[in-house]
Every structure is written in C-alpha cells, then in structure tokens.
C-alpha cells in the first residue's frame, strides 16, 4: 500500500509569491499525478511525470524518485492559483488506480 | 479539450433509495473510473472498468455499488440501497491508459450525492 503525505496542508500567500508544495510517498512508482481541485469541487490534472521535471506554463512539478518526494512550485502566484492542489500515485502491484493525498489548500490573497 | 461530462451535478435521496449516477467519458478512452470524495477527506477510490467488465474495486465498492456501461458511451455507478454514508460528491475519471503508465487522468465535474 502506498501512503501519500502532502504539506504543508494549508498555505496563505501573497499574490506574486513563489509556492512550493511537497508530496513524498512511501513506495516506489511509475508515475505521480498532481491535480488542481477547484473551489466548487472539480478535478483537474496539472501534471503527470515519472523523472525530472515539467513546466508548464507557472507551473513546475519535479520529482525524485530515489526519495520518493515530489514538488509543485507556483511562480508569480495569482489569486485564481486559490484552489486544493493533490498529489496522487498509483500504488504498488501494476494497480489501476490512484491514491491521493489530502491535499494543500492554498490561498493567494492580492 | 474533451471532457468528462457527469449528471446530474446535483443529487438528493432518501435513506434506502436506489441512484444511477451517470457519466460520458471521453470517446477514445479505454479506462473508467469512479472516485468519491466525502466532504472534508480526500478523494477515495471505488471501482475500475476495462473491456467491459470491473477491473479492480475498493473495499468500499460492495454488493450495493454496481457499475454499467450499458450502450459504449454511457458509464453509471448505481447505489442499490443509499445509507447516510454514502453522501459525498462521486467523481467519474477515463484514460486512455492506465494511471500508473504516465497518462493523464481526465475527470468529471463531480455529482454531489446527499442522502437524508
């Protein structure tokens, strides 16, 4: 089974500052998912990487795999960055499905 | 983009009352999902479905959740008999491969499930 930690789990910052969101989990994996989760509810996939690093736009997810600890860093944070961002792996065994983090609720205030 | 469409967004029913929520994936994609996300707890897997059959369910997934893909578009959940505990928004995802092979996961905008 694999644990997903996230933090931290809540973060308030101001509008143009450089977020960093960790994640480490607790077997190794072939990919790790970060998804946005907007105020009213919905899901959406930011990125999805197996080694190195992916940019896109002010975005940035990097991943250590030896570490088992991935981060999403916001550059020039913006308040409509305000959402839930999770981290999600699959687990151990060639399952199908994801095991998600709690999440970081994070507030960008102008 | 394509989308994942779920109805209805909203959905409120008595104890012990039977609920299909339904969701169209995205038309190429091979994998579907079902996730529940109860409020303030993160999301939480329930069932997986591949060539028209489960492929691997959660513990959560019983005898009283069953899934369809009734005319090659459509793909319900049903709740046979709702408790108080299934209240949660129920989230519908599709790929087109599966999540641990670096695809990306393509989710609905949730139906909100409420049981009194």
């Known amino acids: 089974k694999n644990e997903v930690e996230q933090s931290p789990q809540n973060l308030t910052a101001q509008e143009g500052e450089f977020i960093t969101i960790n994640c480490s989990y607790s077997?190794?994996?072939?990919?790790l998912h970060w998804l946005q989760q907007h105020p009213g509810g919905g899901i959406v996939s930011l990125f999805m990487?197996?080694?190195g690093k992916k940019k896109h736009g002010r975005l940035i997810a990097t991943i250590n795999i030896q570490e088992k600890h991935s981060s999403l860093h916001i550059t020039a944070s913006h308040p409509r960055d305000s959402a839930v961002y999770i981290c999600?792996?699959?687990?151990?065994?060639?399952?199908?499905?994801?095991?998600f983090g709690k999440g970081t609720k994070l507030t960008v205030n102008p | 983009e394509p989308e994942v469409t779920q109805t209805p967004s909203h959905q409120v029913t008595q104890m012990g009352q039977e609920v299909i929520l339904r969701c169209v994936p995205i038309?190429?994609?091979?994998?579907f999902y079902w996730y529940r996300q109860i409020l303030g707890q993160k999301v939480e897997f329930l069932v997986s479905?591949?060539?028209?059959?489960?492929?691997?369910k959660s513990e959560i997934f019983d005898d009283q959740f069953s899934v369809e893909r009734p005319d090659g578009s459509n793909f319900t959940l049903k709740i046979r008999s709702t408790k108080l505990e299934d209240s949660a928004m129920y989230f519908c995802?599709?790929?087109?491969?599966?999540?641990?092979?670096?695809?990306?996961?393509?989710f609905g905008s949730g139906t909100q499930l409420s049981v009194l």
């Open positions: 995802a599709s790929t087109h491969a599966t999540p641990a092979t670096n695809e990306k996961l393509f």
């Open positions: 038309s190429n994609h091979l994998y």
């Open positions: 999600a792996v699959p687990p151990q065994g060639g399952s199908e499905k994801l095991v």
């Open positions: 077997v190794g994996i072939s990919a």
């Open positions: 479905f591949y060539n028209n059959e489960i492929s691997e």
């Open positions: 990487l197996s080694s």
